[in-house]
C-alpha cells in the first residue's frame, strides 16, 4: 500500500493580483464614526473603526435579489448553492487544500444567499486582511465546480436533516411554518428529500448570476483597522470586481400568513413538554 502523501500546494491564492483603481467617492460621517467609500464599478464599502477587540476586523456585504429570484423549477438548487461552493472550494484549491493553505491565519469568509439577499460573511485578525479581501474576489470570480465535494455535502447534510425533522422540536418548527404559510413549498425546514433536486449545473449557474454584478453590493467592515490601510486594499480587491450595470431587487415568493383561524394537533414524541410561540 502506498504511504499517505499530504498535498499541500504552494501556489498563491491568487497567482494574478488586479490592479488597484481610484476611489470614485468618499464621504466622512464623524457623527457616526464611519467613512463610506464608492469605487467606479458601484461597489460601496462603509468602514468604521472600532476598539472592542484589538485582534477582530468583521465583513458583511449584501445585495437584494437571493432566492426570491429563482424559478420553482430550480429553487432547491438555489437553495443550497452557497453550501454548494463553500464545499467545492475555490480556484485550483478544494476545500481541504484550501483549509490547509490557510493554515496559521485567522481568516474566515463564506458566501451567503438567503432569500432576500445575497452576500458575504467573514472575520480576520488584522495581519490577514489581505487574505480575506483575496478569498472574497475568488468567491465573486473563480469559483470551482466539484461535483464529488456537491455529493459528499448532499450526504452529509441529508443525515442532519434526517435527524432533525425526527427530533419533536424541530418537527414543530416545521409544521408551524407550513399551517401558517398554507404550505408554501419555500417555507419549512429543507427536507433531505430537497436535496436530491439539487443539480450541480443549475446551482453554480445560480451562484455565479447572484454574484455576477458586484455594482448594487454594500460591505461593511467593523473592527480594529486604519481607514487608511484599508483604502488600497480595497481598491485592489472590491473595486476591481465585475459589474454589469443591473438595476436588481429581491421580489415577493407569495408566502402569505393564512386567514382565519386554525386549530392542529400534532403528536410527536414522548414526554411531556410545552412550547409557545407568539408571531
Known amino acids: 500500500i502506498a504511504a499517505y502523501v499530504d498535498k499541500v500546494s504552494d501556489e498563491p491564492l491568487m497567482a494574478?493580483?488586479?490592479?488597484?483603481?481610484?476611489?470614485a467617492k468618499e464621504e466622512e460621517r464623524p457623527e457616526v464614526g464611519i467613512t463610506e467609500l464608492t469605487f467606479p464599478n458601484g461597489v460601496?464599502?462603509?468602514?468604521?473603526?472600532?476598539?472592542?477587540?484589538?485582534?477582530?476586523i468583521l465583513m458583511r456585504s449584501f445585495s437584494p435579489g437571493g432566492t426570491s429570484l429563482a424559478g420553482e423549477e430550480d429553487y432547491?438548487?438555489?437553495?443550497?448553492?452557497?453550501?454548494?461552493?463553500?464545499?467545492?472550494?475555490?480556484?485550483?484549491?478544494?476545500q481541504s487544500q484550501?483549509?490547509?493553505?490557510?493554515?496559521?491565519?485567522?481568516?474566515?469568509?463564506?458566501?451567503?444567499i438567503g432569500e432576500l439577499y445575497e452576500g458575504l460573511r467573514g472575520s480576520v485578525s488584522p495581519k490577514d486582511v489581505e487574505t480575506m479581501l483575496q478569498l472574497t474576489h475568488l468567491y465573486f470570480t473563480n469559483i470551482r465546480e466539484d461535483e464529488d465535494a456537491m455529493n459528499s455535502f448532499?450526504?452529509?447534510?441529508?443525515?442532519?436533516?434526517?435527524?432533525?425533522?425526527?427530533?419533536?422540536?424541530?418537527?414543530?418548527?416545521?409544521?408551524?411554518?407550513?399551517?401558517?404559510?398554507?404550505?408554501?413549498p419555500r417555507r419549512g425546514i429543507p427536507?433531505?428529500?430537497?436535496?436530491?433536486?439539487?443539480?450541480?449545473?443549475?446551482a453554480m449557474q445560480f451562484y455565479k448570476d447572484r454574484f455576477a454584478d458586484a455594482g448594487d453590493f454594500t460591505f461593511l467592515f467593523v473592527g480594529n483597522f486604519k481607514v487608511a490601510d484599508m483604502k488600497p486594499l480595497l481598491a485592489t480587491y472590491l473595486g476591481t470586481l465585475p459589474t454589469q450595470g443591473r438595476k436588481e431587487n429581491w421580489k415577493d415568493v407569495g408566502a402569505n400568513y393564512v386567514k382565519g383561524k386554525v386549530v392542529k394537533q400534532l403528536v410527536k414524541g414522548e414526554a411531556p413538554k410545552a412550547q409557545v410561540n407568539l408571531t
Do not use: C, W
Open 44 to 56: 460601496k464599502a462603509i468602514l468604521k473603526p472600532t476598539t472592542f477587540k484589538n485582534d477582530e
Open 98 to 112: 484550501l483549509q490547509k493553505k490557510l493554515t496559521g491565519k485567522v481568516v474566515r469568509v463564506a458566501p451567503y
Open 16 to 23: 494574478n493580483l488586479p490592479a488597484a483603481v481610484a476611489i
Open 191 to 202: 427536507s433531505a428529500e430537497d436535496l436530491n433536486g439539487v443539480e450541480l449545473e443549475k
Open 154 to 184: 448532499k450526504t452529509k447534510q441529508g443525515a442532519i436533516l434526517k435527524n432533525l425533522i425526527s427530533q419533536p422540536r424541530y418537527y414543530y418548527m416545521d409544521q408551524v411554518q407550513h399551517i401558517q404559510f398554507d404550505n408554501h
Open 76 to 94: 432547491n438548487s438555489a437553495l443550497f448553492s452557497d453550501n454548494v461552493v463553500l464545499e467545492s472550494g475555490i480556484a485550483t484549491f478544494d
